[in-house]
C-alpha cells in the first residue's frame, strides 16, 4: 500500500496555482519526498524532490512542513498542459533500487 | 535527457502467446525497472535489475520473467499471455546511487491479450 494520501482530484483554473497536497505521516527523517506526474497515456514524468527544505524549480515548488508529515506541490501559473495526475511518494532512502510504491496520485484538471 | 524508449505503444496478443516487451535507455544507468500499471491500484512493480545478469523479483513477478543481457536493454517476458495480464506496462531506470525515487521512466506499452 502507498504510504501517502491524496486527494483523489481537484480542479484549477487556467492561469491560477494549482495547490497540491499530499500527507505522508510516516515518513522516516531521512526520506526524501518526491512528485512525479502522468499526463495521459504516457509514462509518468519527474518533477520534485526535497527533504526538509522548501525547493523550486523551472517545474514547480515544493512546500515541506516543519514535522515533514505533509507537504504540497505548487504550480504557480497552471496551464492546461498541467492536467494529469500527480503522485506524491516517499520511497525508502536504501539505495537506488529499492521498490517506489506509486498510489492512485491526485487527478489535477486544469479549466480553461 | 535520458531517455527510456520501449519497442511498442499498443500490442494486441491472444492467449497463450509468448509476448515479449522490450525497453532500451541511453543514459548508461545501472538500474532497470518493470511496472505495471491498472485503474486505481497505481503503479505496481514486477522486476527489476540492478546490474547485467542480474533480477530482483518486485511485488507481482508471477506470471513474468525478464532478461537483462546489456547493460541498456531490459526485456519483460510473459511466457504464457493471459487475460489479467491486460494493462499498461512501464519501463524505468535510474543509476546506481541515486535516490531510489529518481526514476526516469518510457512512454509505456499498452497491452491487451485477447
Known amino acids: 500500500d502507498a504510504k501517502t494520501t491524496q486527494p483523489p482530484s481537484m480542479d484549477c483554473a487556467e492561469g491560477r496555482a494549482a495547490n497540491l497536497p499530499c500527507n505522508h505521516s510516516?515518513?522516516?527523517?531521512?526520506?526524501?519526498v518526491y512528485w512525479y506526474r502522468q499526463i495521459h497515456s504516457q509514462g509518468p514524468q519527474y518533477i520534485i524532490h526535497?527533504?526538509?527544505n522548501n525547493e523550486t524549480n523551472e517545474m514547480a515548488s515544493l512546500i515541506i512542513t516543519e514535522d515533514r508529515k505533509s507537504s504540497t506541490l505548487i504550480l504557480p501559473h497552471a496551464t492546461l498542459r498541467d492536467t494529469a495526475v500527480y503522485y506524491c511518494?516517499?520511497?525508502?532512502?536504501?539505495?537506488?533500487?529499492?521498490?517506489?510504491?506509486f498510489g492512485t496520485g491526485t487527478k489535477l484538471q486544469v479549466i480553461p | 535527457d535520458v531517455k527510456v524508449t520501449q519497442s511498442s505503444r499498443y500490442l494486441v496478443k491472444r492467449t497463450g502467446e509468448k509476448v515479449f516487451l522490450e525497453c532500451v535507455q541511453d543514459?548508461?544507468?545501472?538500474?532497470m525497472f518493470w511496472y505495471r500499471q491498472d485503474p486505481g491500484l497505481g503503479l505496481r512493480l514486477i522486476y527489476f535489475?540492478?546490474?547485467?545478469?542480474?533480477?530482483e523479483k518486485g511485488d507481482i513477478p508471477e506470471g513474468y520473467s525478464v532478461s537483462r543481457e546489456k547493460k541498456e536493454r531490459f526485456s519483460l517476458i510473459l511466457e504464457s499471455a493471459s487475460t489479467n495480464q491486460t494493462s499498461m506496462y512501464l519501463c524505468?531506470?535510474?543509476?546506481?546511487?541515486?535516490?531510489?525515487?529518481?526514476?526516469?521512466f518510457g512512454p509505456g506499452t499498452r497491452l491487451t491479450v485477447t
Open positions: 524505468a531506470s535510474n543509476t546506481l546511487g541515486a535516490e531510489a525515487g529518481e526514476q526516469y
Open positions: 526535497g527533504l526538509k
Open positions: 543514459m548508461d544507468h545501472e538500474n
Open positions: 535489475s540492478y546490474d547485467v545478469k542480474m533480477k
Open positions: 511518494i516517499d520511497p525508502p532512502n536504501s539505495g537506488g533500487y529499492q521498490k517506489v510504491t
Open positions: 510516516t515518513i522516516s527523517g531521512n526520506e526524501y
